[in-house]
Nanobody, 117 residues
Framework: QVQVVESGGGLVQPGGSLRLSCVVN????????ITWYRQAPGKQRELVAG???????NYRNSVKGRFTISRDNAKNTVGLQMNSLEPEDTAVYYC???????????WGQGTQVTVSS
């Protein structure tokens, strides 16, 4: 059974930084593409950043230059470094793990990020 667990959310002032982590257990981690999504109240879930295996990355335009996604296959972990945070980044952030073999999708429970003064 694959388990996806996010951590690292919290309250931060505009211009501040946070680092989210996503740990995936239960299968061979380097066979999964990992994507961060977010969902703000009253809005649809949207893609934030993704990283494949071996490691090609993609970002939504509004976070380019501010967010950096990275993976550590030895620790089964993907990190999302978020700098220069804006109130518009406030949302619940979800980690998705998609097998590049079976295309099965697994979601974490989400972690709240609030950017406010």
């Amino acid at each position: 059974q694959v388990q996806v667990v996010e951590s690292g959310g919290g309250l931060v002032q505009p211009g501040g930084s946070l680092r989210l982590s996503c740990v995936v257990n239960g299968d061979t981690f380097d066979t999964y593409a990992i994507t961060w999504y977010r969902q703000a109240p009253g809005k649809q879930r949207e893609l934030v950043a993704g990283i494949g295996s071996p490691g090609a990355t993609n970002y939504r335009n509004s976070v380019k230059g501010r967010f950096t996604i990275s993976r550590d296959n030895a620790k089964n972990t993907v990190g999302l470094q978020m700098n220069s945070l804006e109130p518009e980044d406030t949302a619940v952030y979800y980690c998705n793990a998609r097998s590049i073999i079976s295309y099965d999708n697994y979601w974490g429970q989400g972690t709240q990020v609030t950017v406010s003064s």
